[in-house]
């Protein structure tokens, strides 16, 4: 079974959560907000702390996910000094959420394996709707 770390719970990391749990597979959340556990699906497991957190970073076993999800829309040096953690503690593949190409380069540079910004991916899949 595919085990899988989402940092960050706001609407992104829910829905992705939520999906990846739908597909099968072992998964971890890690926010600051404890209320968000309730908005998890039931087998989730929840650790309530904030992933810029070096300490909390280090009682995890990062080598034993598949793929880290950096999913909270933060700044371009937070999530590159998130990124330059969960490498350290040996991810395997880390995917990072991001606002704009110059954040995507910066993470990107700072050892992510994939960027993805939510609203460009949101924009052009309505365009594409429209455009049929």
């Not at 079974?1 to 597979?25: D, V």
């Not at 926010?31 to 904030?50: H, I, S, W, Y």
């Not at 829309?73 to 704009?100: K, M, N, S, Y």
Request: charged share 25%; hydrophobic share 50%; glycine share 6%.
């Amino acid at each position: 079974m595919a085990r899988y770390l989402i940092l960050g719970a706001g609407r992104f990391g829910l829905y992705l959560a939520g999906e990846l749990q739908k597909a099968g597979a072992a998964v971890d959340v890690l926010d600051k907000e404890p209320t968000v556990r309730c908005q998890l699906p039931a087998d989730c497991r929840f650790f309530c702390d904030n992933a810029w957190n070096i300490l909390t970073l280090r009682d995890l076993d990062i080598s034993a996910y598949d793929i880290c999800y950096i999913a909270m829309a933060a700044e371009p040096w937070a999530t590159a000094h998130i990124v330059d953690e969960l490498r350290r503690r040996g991810a395997r593949r880390i995917v990072a959420r991001v606002v704009d190409e110059k954040h995507a380069r910066e993470v990107m540079a700072a050892g992510a394996d994939e960027t993805i910004c939510v609203e460009q991916l949101a924009g052009q899949t309505l365009a594409r709707q429209a455009a049929l």
